[in-house]
Every structure is written in structure tokens, then in C-alpha cells.
């Protein structure tokens, strides 16, 4: 019998720089459970917010779309710079290639709502190993992301509990989401949702003011960008506080105040961790407090 060969992927950084000795440690650990390739981009000297030159991050990242041998593309981290690539990627040659799966977030999240725009690949917001967050409390947010890239079909669940309503109704839709402040500076694109009529929101975000915060959902409200929305999860708002006057509890209580659909709440994904895995353009289902989705089994 023909040994099943390991699941291949390749690790790109097409956002902020990072540390690489903390990325190879890294990467040491995943080569126990996968094929992985790497290769690192030279520094920009002139610009020091991103990993590369605007023309190496998108050469690094098409080879990986166009690839037809792996399986996998593994953000570093996350950052700045991922909105620079998008108008660059060839998109009408990508139609006819092989989808792979993409998982990051922060940044990343640009480059997932693309994905799901322009080709329909779903995509994963999940922890990056060129941060300090993997591993950095609990493991079983990387055992969870590990089975999802060796192609797991089984259900991933999260708890969440609701803040607006007392006995949500089950509620079942499509999953769009991830970094709030990157995806609102999508609206208006061809990289953002034409409609998310059915779909079930997940929020998260770093750093960021509460009035800043309120401001980009007043922007997809009155944008009429959340029309048929069924749902919204909100996770962690890092540091998205004012000290002894908002604090992240105020910050997301005033958010669902201001919905009529459900408002749930996790402290389970986000610039956190633990971060555990959620789906961009895949079914989800939340009943009795838990959330939880599955990926659809690998086709060879």
C-alpha cells in the first residue's frame, strides 16, 4: 500500500515583518506533522512596516496560489501591507487552479475576504506561527488548527454566549469575518461581499479606540453592507479600551445594544490566545451557547 504522502504547506509573509529565528522554531515544530516550505523575503530598508517589497510579497504569495502541489498557505503574521497585493494577484488565472486553504488573521483577513470574493475558496482565521501568541497559553488552539490542515472533517465547536437576547433561537450560515478595522476598509471593493445576505458575522480587532470601533459598524450599518444578516459573534477587542471610563465587557455590551439580530460574544478568537480556528465562506451552526463548523472532506 502507497504511504499517504504529508500534507503540504507553504508559509508565506505577505504583511508585516516578524521575528525569523522565533519563525523557525516554528517551523521545526510543524515539519513533525507536515511537508513545510519556507522562504524568506529580504527586508525592505526603505519601508519598515512590511516583510518585503510590495513586488517580492506578491511574486511570494502567487507562487503559492498557483502552486499545484500544496495543500496549505500559512501566514506568518499578520500587520500591515496584505491591501498593497490584492489589485496585483492574477486573478482570472487563479479561476483554474487548485484551491488551497489560507489561514491567518489580523491583516490577513483582507486576503480571506478576497479569496472568498474573487475564486470562492473559503479560508480560516486562525493562529500564525510568527507571533508570539502561538502556543503562548493553552495548546489545543494549535491541535485544533493542526487537524484542520491535515484536512479534518470533524466539527470544531466554540462556546459564545448572547448578549442581547435571552434565548436565541439556533441559527445556521454561511461564516464571513475576522479583523473588523481591515475588512470596513474593504467596503466599496471588488474584495468585499456583494451581499452577506444569510451569513453569520464574527468580529475581532486590536488597538483600536471604542469610538474608532463604532464608527466602522455605523460604516457596514449604514452602508446597508449587514442586510440579511443573521447573526454577529463578537470576539476578543484587544486593548480596544479607555482606562477607569471603557472597558472591553462596556465596549461589546454598547455594540449589541445597538442590533436587533443576536449578539453573541466569545473569548476564544482574536489577537489572543488561545485563537481558535474559524471559517470564511464555510456553514456554521450556533445552538444552546456553542458555535461550531467543520470543514467539508478533502476531494484527492
Given at each position: 500500500?502507497?504511504?499517504?504522502?504529508?500534507t503540504h504547506i507553504?508559509?508565506?509573509?505577505?504583511?508585516?515583518?516578524?521575528?525569523?529565528?522565533?519563525?523557525?522554531?516554528?517551523?521545526?515544530?510543524?515539519?513533525?506533522?507536515?511537508?513545510?516550505?519556507?522562504?524568506?523575503?529580504?527586508?525592505?530598508?526603505?519601508?519598515?512596516?512590511?516583510?518585503?517589497?510590495?513586488?517580492?510579497?506578491?511574486?511570494?504569495?502567487?507562487?503559492?496560489l498557483l502552486a499545484?502541489d500544496i495543500d496549505?498557505?500559512?501566514?506568518?503574521?499578520?500587520?500591515?501591507?496584505?491591501?498593497?497585493?490584492?489589485?496585483?494577484?492574477?486573478?482570472?488565472?487563479?479561476?483554474?487552479?487548485?484551491?488551497?486553504?489560507?489561514?491567518?488573521?489580523?491583516?490577513?483577513?483582507?486576503?480571506?475576504?478576497?479569496?472568498?470574493?474573487?475564486?470562492?475558496?473559503?479560508?480560516?482565521?486562525?493562529?500564525?506561527?510568527?507571533?508570539?501568541?502561538?502556543?503562548?497559553?493553552?495548546?489545543?488552539?494549535?491541535?485544533?488548527?493542526?487537524?484542520?490542515?491535515?484536512?479534518?472533517?470533524?466539527?470544531?465547536?466554540?462556546?459564545?454566549?448572547?448578549?442581547?437576547?435571552?434565548?436565541?433561537?439556533?441559527?445556521?450560515?454561511?461564516?464571513?469575518?475576522?479583523?473588523?478595522?481591515?475588512?470596513?476598509?474593504?467596503?466599496?471593493?471588488?474584495?468585499?461581499?456583494?451581499?452577506?445576505?444569510?451569513?453569520?458575522?464574527?468580529?475581532?480587532?486590536?488597538?483600536?479606540?471604542?469610538?474608532?470601533?463604532?464608527?466602522?459598524?455605523?460604516?457596514?450599518?449604514?452602508?446597508?453592507?449587514?442586510?440579511?444578516?443573521?447573526?454577529?459573534?463578537?470576539?476578543?477587542?484587544?486593548?480596544?479600551?479607555?482606562?477607569?471610563?471603557?472597558?472591553?465587557?462596556?465596549?461589546?455590551?454598547?455594540?449589541?445594544?445597538?442590533?436587533?439580530?443576536?449578539?453573541?460574544?466569545?473569548?476564544?478568537?482574536?489577537?489572543?490566545?488561545?485563537?481558535?480556528?474559524?471559517?470564511?465562506?464555510?456553514?456554521?451552526?450556533?445552538?444552546?451557547?456553542?458555535?461550531?463548523?467543520?470543514?467539508?472532506?478533502?476531494?484527492?
Open positions: 500500500m502507497l504511504q499517504k504522502s504529508k507553504r508559509i508565506i509573509s505577505p504583511a508585516g515583518r516578524f521575528d525569523s529565528n522565533l519563525l523557525l522554531s516554528r517551523i521545526a515544530e510543524l515539519e513533525k506533522e507536515f511537508h513545510v516550505s519556507y522562504h524568506k523575503l529580504e527586508s525592505d530598508p526603505s519601508w519598515p512596516f512590511t516583510a518585503g517589497t510590495i513586488e517580492a510579497r506578491v511574486t511570494q504569495l502567487k507562487d503559492a499545484p496549505v498557505i500559512l501566514c506568518a503574521r499578520g500587520g500591515y501591507g496584505v491591501s498593497d497585493l490584492l489589485p496585483h494577484l492574477p486573478w482570472k488565472e487563479l479561476k483554474f487552479v487548485k484551491p488551497k486553504l489560507l489561514i491567518g488573521f489580523s491583516d490577513i483577513s483582507a486576503l480571506h475576504s478576497a479569496l472568498y470574493c474573487q475564486l470562492d475558496w473559503p479560508c480560516v482565521h486562525g493562529p500564525m506561527p510568527g507571533t508570539g501568541l502561538w502556543q503562548k497559553n493553552d495548546p489545543c488552539d494549535i491541535e485544533a488548527l493542526i487537524a484542520v490542515m491535515k484536512g479534518s472533517s470533524q466539527p470544531i465547536s466554540i462556546r459564545i454566549n448572547c448578549l442581547n437576547q435571552a434565548l436565541p433561537l439556533p441559527s445556521d450560515g454561511w461564516s464571513y469575518g475576522g479583523c473588523l478595522s481591515v475588512l470596513t476598509n474593504l467596503l466599496g471593493t471588488s474584495y468585499f461581499p456583494k451581499t452577506l445576505f444569510g451569513s453569520i458575522l464574527f468580529w475581532e480587532d486590536v488597538g483600536e479606540h471604542p469610538g474608532r470601533i463604532l464608527r466602522f459598524i455605523n460604516q457596514w450599518t449604514q452602508s446597508r453592507a449587514l442586510s440579511g444578516v443573521k447573526g454577529i459573534v463578537l470576539g476578543r477587542f484587544a486593548d480596544c479600551v479607555v482606562p477607569d471610563i471603557c472597558d472591553e465587557a462596556m465596549l461589546k455590551n454598547e455594540i449589541a445594544k445597538r442590533f436587533t439580530i443576536p449578539v453573541w460574544s466569545s473569548e476564544l478568537f482574536g489577537h489572543c490566545a488561545p485563537n481558535w480556528p474559524l471559517p470564511v465562506g464555510l456553514p456554521i451552526q450556533i445552538d444552546n451557547g456553542t458555535l461550531r463548523w467543520n470543514l467539508p472532506p478533502r476531494t484527492q
